[in-house]
């Protein structure tokens, strides 16, 4: 491959040529025509020097530089003063998740399964312009358009950012209602599975809720605050993700919504609906009842769950065989049947979390024990003396831990001890827990299983802090449901991400490497003069950036954006 000349009516034309034979013969194969290079604007010779670069023969470009070198193009078209930086964009972070969203085919789906509503823009195009704002810059629709414009999007995806009004954004929100959201999120996990080769296999599903400073949401009602905010109108979560951490799916629940009513709808959508095969549910014990249990026997799911302290079977496990599992975890199982089903009891003690169980248990005695003491010194005083007085601020400071005092009080006086045959009882549970399953996993299997359970945990907190799902700027129903389901989709490119790196190998977090994404950067440059015009340029990549940038697969991109 080299760079060849052509001489036709005193110009000289150029072209990058492969030779090879043929019956004997050396032959030549034009692999990209040049033309002249005598009267290059330096639009043009970037072009040239971008498919010269595709190419990937460095000789060839090698040779094309040397070429305008003879030809004075090494010397400036304009001075220094004729430069002037018109605006600086942000590139990485948000062309990194329009590739991922273009790649799963993102848009397309959402446009499959909801109805236009007029006008040139896609509910699709919108809805992934809204979820990538969540990840990089979270503000309200009505601010949307500025950050927008900041941002290499308008280059990327030919949305002006007039085009973004705050009307618009918020139809697009009503086209986002769950009985389309579902199809659109079993679509788009099933191009997850097979571009990204994810197995589902362990499913985690849990709760979380979500508050509202006004009240005029129709869903939005009083309920268990997971913000403790319990004075607040708020709304139920629920969220599931595989193994890897990618959502799967997820509903929105009125906010007085019980944890425990909402397992079969989720467990019976992700089983019936998504086809995932396999499945094995794992939830925490605050999710579960044996109602609940006896729906998934009845279903024949199966499953991992956490019953908490269950003493009957810890003391039975006391004198089986237990099993080491690392340096603070011993486990044993136990196999019992259940609703017509052969199960497994795994119970494990902690050393670790004994010890924290014991802190805790001390911690709180001592607390209430400086309460009841300030509550004697006042009654001693002669400052407390009604019975009724003394039993309503002894009962505020025992309340939660009233089993491990005893308190006697009357008129003007009071006095408590410690009950040491309680702590003394509970210290024999202490670090221990019982797990429950339907499948013939081994111990230590089930056990790391569960303890991955933090995997929805940290999505949770995720969409929460960095996607700030709260406030979300709206209150009507259909909304708030359009909202949330941003967030979720905003979540689920961050969490594919997440994955591309671990696959990748690159030893950085999705927190770090959005980071560094952040700080690549296109900044367009203005010549004046006669010969006027704009000039792209990409910030100079450090070592961890150009890494990125070939992770996420953006040079490609970045070269049609400059």
Same mark, same amino acid.
């Given at each position: 491959?080299?760079?060849?000349?052509?001489?036709?009516?005193?110009?000289?034309?150029?072209?990058?040529?492969?030779?090879?034979?043929?019956?004997?013969?050396?032959?030549?194969?034009?692999?990209?025509?040049?033309?002249?290079?005598?009267?290059?604007?330096?639009?043009?010779?970037?072009?040239?020097?971008?498919?010269?670069?595709?190419?990937?023969?460095?000789?060839?470009?090698?040779?094309?530089?040397?070429?305008?070198?003879?030809?004075?193009?090494?010397?400036?078209?304009?001075?220094?003063?004729?430069?002037?930086?018109?605006?600086?964009?942000?590139?990485?972070?948000?062309?990194?998740?329009?590739?991922?969203?273009?790649?799963?085919?993102?848009?397309?789906?959402?446009?499959?399964?909801?109805?236009?509503?007029?006008?040139?823009?896609?509910?699709?195009?919108?809805?992934?312009?809204?979820?990538?704002?969540?990840?990089?810059?979270?503000?309200?629709?009505?601010?949307?358009?500025?950050?927008?414009?900041?941002?290499?999007?308008?280059?990327?995806?030919?949305?002006?950012?007039?085009?973004?009004?705050?009307?618009?954004?918020?139809?697009?929100?009503?086209?986002?209602?769950?009985?389309?959201?579902?199809?659109?999120?079993?679509?788009?996990?099933?191009?997850?599975?097979?571009?990204?080769?994810?197995?589902?296999?362990?499913?985690?599903?849990? +709760?979380?809720?979500?508050?509202?400073?006004?009240?005029?949401?129709?869903?939005?009602?009083?309920?268990?605050?997971?913000?403790?905010?319990?004075?607040?109108?708020?709304?139920?979560?629920?969220?599931?993700?595989?193994?890897?951490?990618?959502?799967?799916?997820?509903?929105?629940?009125?906010?007085?919504?019980?944890?425990?009513?909402?397992?079969?709808?989720?467990?019976?959508?992700?089983?019936?609906?998504?086809?995932?095969?396999?499945?094995?549910?794992?939830?925490?014990?605050?999710?579960?009842?044996?109602?609940?249990?006896?729906?998934?026997?009845?279903?024949?799911?199966?499953?991992?769950?956490?019953?908490?302290?269950?003493?009957?079977?810890?003391?039975?496990?006391?004198?089986?065989?237990?099993?080491?599992?690392?340096?603070?975890?011993?486990?044993?199982?136990?196999?019992?049947?259940?609703?017509?089903?052969?199960?497994?009891?795994?119970?494990?003690?902690?050393?670790?979390?004994?010890?924290?169980?014991?802190?805790?248990?001390?911690?709180?005695?001592?607390?209430?024990?400086?309460?009841?003491?300030?509550?004697?010194?006042?009654?001693?005083?002669?400052?407390?003396?009604?019975?009724?007085?003394?039993?309503?601020?002894?009962?505020?400071?025992?309340?939660?831990?009233?089993?491990?005092?005893?308190?006697?009080?009357?008129?003007?006086?009071?006095?408590?001890?410690?009950?040491?045959?309680?702590?003394?009882?509970?210290?024999?549970?202490?670090?221990?827990?019982?797990?429950?399953?339907?499948?013939?996993?081994?111990?230590?299997?089930?056990?790391?299983?569960?303890?991955?359970?933090?995997?929805?945990?940290?999505?949770?907190?995720?969409?929460?802090?960095?996607?700030?799902?709260?406030?979300?700027?709206?209150?009507?129903?259909?909304?708030?449901?359009?909202?949330?389901?941003?967030?979720?989709?905003?979540?689920?490119?961050?969490?594919?991400?997440?994955?591309?790196?671990?696959?990748?190998?690159?030893?950085?977090?999705?927190?770090?490497?959005?980071?560094?994404?952040?700080? +690549?950067?296109?900044?367009?440059?203005?010549?004046?003069?006669?010969?006027?015009?704009?000039?792209?340029?990409?910030?100079?990549?450090?070592?961890?950036?150009?890494?990125?940038?070939?992770?996420?697969?953006?040079?490609?991109?970045?070269?049609?954006?400059?």
């Amino acid at each position: 491959m080299f760079l060849s000349k052509r001489y036709r009516r005193g110009h000289v034309y150029y072209l990058v040529v492969k030779t090879y034979r043929e019956e004997g013969a050396v032959k030549q194969k034009t692999l990209l025509y040049l033309g002249r290079l005598d009267n290059l604007t330096p639009t043009r010779k970037r072009e040239l020097e971008r498919k010269l670069r595709r190419l990937k023969d460095p000789k060839s470009l090698d040779q094309f530089q040397k070429e305008l070198e003879k030809q004075g193009y090494g010397m400036a078209f304009f001075s220094v003063g004729q430069m002037s930086v018109d605006r600086v964009l942000d590139l990485g972070d948000v062309l990194a998740q329009w590739i991922i969203a273009q790649q799963l085919g993102i848009p397309e789906i959402i446009d499959k399964h909801t109805t236009k509503g007029g006008g040139s823009l896609g509910v699709g195009e919108l809805a992934t312009i809204m979820a990538i704002n969540r990840n990089s810059e979270p503000c309200s629709r009505l601010k949307l358009p500025r950050w927008y414009s900041k941002t290499s999007l308008p280059l990327i995806t030919g949305i002006k950012p007039e085009e973004l009004k705050e009307n618009t954004l918020l139809r697009t929100l009503n086209y986002l209602q769950e009985e389309r959201t579902r199809r659109i999120q079993k679509d788009i996990y099933e191009r997850i599975k097979k571009i990204y080769r994810v197995k589902p296999g362990r499913v985690y599903y849990d +709760i979380t809720s979500t508050y509202f400073e006004g009240t005029r949401c129709p869903m939005a009602m009083h309920g268990h605050s997971r913000d403790r905010r319990p004075d607040k109108l708020q709304i139920v979560l629920g969220i599931a993700v595989d193994q890897q951490g990618i959502l799967i799916t997820h509903s929105v629940f009125p906010g007085n919504t019980a944890d425990i009513s909402t397992i079969e709808e989720m467990s019976t959508r992700l089983k019936e609906e998504f086809g995932i095969k396999d499945m094995l549910l794992i939830v925490d014990q605050g999710m579960i009842s044996e109602k609940k249990i006896a729906f998934l026997d009845k279903k024949r799911y199966d499953y991992l769950l956490s019953l908490g302290l269950k003493k009957g079977v810890i003391d039975k496990a006391r004198d089986r065989e237990w099993e080491v599992i690392d340096k603070k975890t011993n486990a044993v199982v136990l196999e019992f049947e259940e609703n017509e089903r052969a199960k497994r009891y795994i119970v494990g003690c902690n050393c670790k979390l004994a010890e924290d169980d014991k802190d805790y248990r001390e911690s709180r005695i001592r607390k209430v024990a400086e309460k009841l003491d300030g509550i004697r010194a006042t009654v001693e005083k002669g400052k407390l003396k009604k019975k009724t007085k003394i039993a309503e601020r002894a009962g505020k400071a025992l309340k939660g831990v009233k089993r491990y005092f005893g308190v006697e009080y009357g008129e003007g006086c009071f006095d408590y001890k410690v009950k040491g045959e309680v702590v003394e009882r509970e210290e024999l549970y202490d670090g221990y827990y019982v797990l429950s399953t339907t499948v013939g996993m081994g111990v230590k299997e089930a056990i790391t299983a569960y303890r991955e359970k933090d995997t929805v945990e940290k999505a949770i907190r995720c969409i929460k802090s960095f996607l700030d799902i709260r406030p979300s700027y709206v209150w009507k129903e259909s909304h708030v449901i359009g909202h949330v389901f941003v967030c979720m989709l905003a979540y689920q490119l961050r969490s594919v991400m997440n994955h591309v790196l671990k696959s990748s190998d690159v030893g950085m977090s999705i927190e770090e490497a959005l980071e560094y994404l952040q700080r +690549i950067k296109v900044v367009e440059i203005r010549f004046a003069g006669d010969r006027a015009e704009v000039v792209r340029k990409v910030t100079n990549l450090d070592e961890r950036q150009s890494l990125l940038v070939e992770v996420f697969d953006l040079e490609e991109e970045v070269e049609r954006i400059i």
